[in-house]
């Protein structure tokens, strides 16, 4: 099982300071003296150490000239298949087959269209909360449409990363999405310092059948097994995992409001279950189901005071949990504050070409 060390909090003067090995200083442009992260990477995901920290104009083009050519072809199979798992994505929505015609400009194809059902159940869930307002809101969508657009934006997200093996994985699956994203005349907006994010694929621990198995043998409460489950793929605060409501299940994922305080409006959390864990979370609801005293949370009584409950459930099955972080500082939530700002054009010079994978050969490295 891949391990994880996490950020701690500390606070540093807001100035350059080289990173040590294997970190990176990392803010999230907060007003005023803000504390900042220091995170540390992902052991045994050897896709990271050499990747480039490029945005997808120049990520693969820099991938091709720095790494090995064995190298290059590891991470050029992962980016391949973010793109074309992107595009599919894309064919299934809109019906149309792939033309990665960059003269074209298709239609925008909103996360929320195609799945009305879930997003008027989960409008009934959340009832519906304010979140739209934090949100820039596309030309020509209303408040309701922009909201359920960015539950989709949550959700395709996190189910493009559910499963992934690790930090440096994750990166190089996004990049090629952006680069999907691109050849159908959209763009897939991610935070600047992706490389160094927190939050799903990035700082949590991949679940597979092997491990889900190993945790239901060692759990006697089905409900204690779920939240076990949980945490590793969010790496959700003890806070969070307690606030969410037994109503929050769609299946495929836990959407809810979590706990920001009076004076905000309230934040919408999107957590995708990976495949392998969908059977946990269902033996949980089923519980809560067959025994309504618990209350009206999915993981009461598997939390306890400050987590500690959680935290003897895996020392009992003999895994160790990933630095927990709250979903306002996950990658995933800042690329929903990036999306709908005002880019320039991407120049179309051969590093981009080469990303969009419509020439054989990048650029010479910049500068020379």
């Known amino acids: 099982m891949t391990e994880t060390t996490g950020p701690t909090l500390r606070s540093t003067p807001l100035q350059y300071r080289v990173p040590e090995p294997g970190t990176r200083q990392m803010g999230y442009r907060d007003a005023g003296h803000s504390p900042r992260l220091r995170v540390a990477l992902t052991t045994g995901d050897d896709l990271l150490a050499r990747i480039p920290d490029s945005d997808v ?20 199979a992962v980016y391949t298949q973010g793109l074309e798992a992107a595009c599919r994505w894309f064919t299934t929505r809109s019906g149309q087959p792939c033309r ?21 159940r989960m409008r009934t869930v959340l009832r519906p909360r304010p979140a739209a307002r934090r949100f820039p809101p596309a030309r020509a969508v209303g408040p309701t449409d922009e909201w359920l ?5 949550y959700r395709f997200l996190g189910g493009f990363v559910a499963g992934s093996r690790g930090r440096g994985h994750t990166v190089v699956r996004l990049r090629g999405a952006q680069a999907a994203f691109l050849l159908h005349g959209m763009r897939l907006e991610l935070p600047p310092d992706l490389n160094y994010s927190v939050g799903t694929g990035m700082t949590t621990v991949r679940l597979d ?24 793929f969010t790496g959700a605060t003890a806070v969070e995992l307690g606030c969410v409501p037994r109503v929050a299940s769609t299946g495929d994922a836990l959407v809810f409001t979590g706990p ?31 025994h309504p005293e618990g209350g009206l949370k999915l993981f009461t009584g598997a939390i306890g005071a400050a987590g500690a409950r959680l935290r003897d459930t895996a020392a009992h099955c003999g895994i160790a949990l990933p630095e927990s972080h709250h979903w306002h500082r996950s990658w995933i939530r800042q690329s929903g504050l990036l999306r709908g700002q005002e880019q320039p054009e991407y120049v179309r010079n051969t590093d981009l070409l080469f990303g969009l994978r419509l020439v054989s ?3 010479p490295e910049r500068g020379e």
Not at 149 to 153: A, M, N, P, R
Request: hydrophobic residues 45%.
């Open 260 to 290: 920001i305080g009076y004076s905000q409006a309230a934040d919408v959390y999107v957590w995708v279950i990976p495949p392998a864990a969908r059977p946990l979370l269902e033996d949980a609801c089923a519980y809560r189901e067959n």
């Open 57 to 76: 104009a120049t990520f693969r083009g820099d991938a091709y000239r720095r790494l090995t050519p064995a190298e290059f072809a590891r991470v050029d």
């Open 149 to 153: 657009d960015i539950l989709g934006l």
């Open 100 to 120: 990665h015609n960059l003269d074209s400009r298709t239609d925008p194809i909103w996360f929320g269209r195609n799945e009305v059902a879930w997003a008027d």
């Open 209 to 232: 059948t092997r491990t889900v198995e190993w945790i239901r043998a060692r759990t006697a409460d089905p409900v204690d097994a779920a939240a076990l489950a949980t945490m590793l």
């Open 361 to 363: 050969r990048p650029g």
